[in-house]
């Protein structure tokens, strides 16, 4: 009996030590998702006003369809999907959701008989893809918990020339990215938006429902110039965004799977506790037992 207290003892002591490992990676999570908030909120202005300048650019070009960015191929061959996933775990299914909808999305482009080219952010990701044998346009690691701008232009600029090659020399019809939304501490959902081409929609502003009125702007040297320089920043700036989204739910998600994680050591540590009790009871009641059985025989 004293053989199995000894091994509730044990462990009880090994998930108290795992509480405290689980406990302290809630804690940062906790933190670092402040100040991903931060940065994702300081970004989004910018994102604002970048894509009010394309539609300013894009409404006063002569003809935007013909655009590289713009244009639709007539023949769509190819397609690149850029997933965000984590570098590391703990963090429930945020990476396997991700792995699914980009899957989801593979298959429904080759349905319409588009081949995929996976870009994939994350060693979460790096390692489904490798494992499965399947060839990447773009290997992403390192940097997902906190991404920079950086990472954002290296991955933009792999993007952009991928779309820019013709797909008779392995160039990519389509942009697509694949990121984890962050609406608050407590809900994130995956999402799909297609980068490149630009959807240009012809839009009619009522002023009499209180619609502003199109600000007048000039172009230097022209609007199909501007929209050059632009657009390549436009790309920047998207997968900017969707590193900064994935990078909070990412740590909304590991918080959360280590708080349950420490919600469970602590009922396990209340029911190993019982269980102890019960079995140090059982040896007291042991040896009581023995005691008295000892005294009837001497007695006697």
Known sequence: MGAQLRVYRRRIRSVQATKKITKAMELIASSRIVKAQQRLEASTPYLIQLVQAISAAATHAADVSKHPLTAKAENQVRAAVLVVTADRGLAGAYSSNAIKESEALSRNLAEKGMKVVPYVVGRKGVGFFRFRDRVMGGEYTGFTDQPTYADAQRIGGDLL?????????????????????????????TRVRRILPLEVVDEKVDLTEGGMPFPLYEFEPSPEAVLDGLLPQYINQMVWLGLLMSAASEHAARRRAMKSATD?????????????????QAEITQEISEIVGGADALSA
């Open 161 to 189: 020339n991928a779309f820019l090659t013709p797909t008779t020399e392995g160039g990519v019809d389509e942009i697509h990215l694949v990121y984890t939304h962050f609406l608050n501490m407590a809900s994130q959902e």
């Open 264 to 280: 469970n050591a602590e009922e396990l540590i209340r029911s190993l506790t019982r269980q102890a009790n019960q079995a140090r």
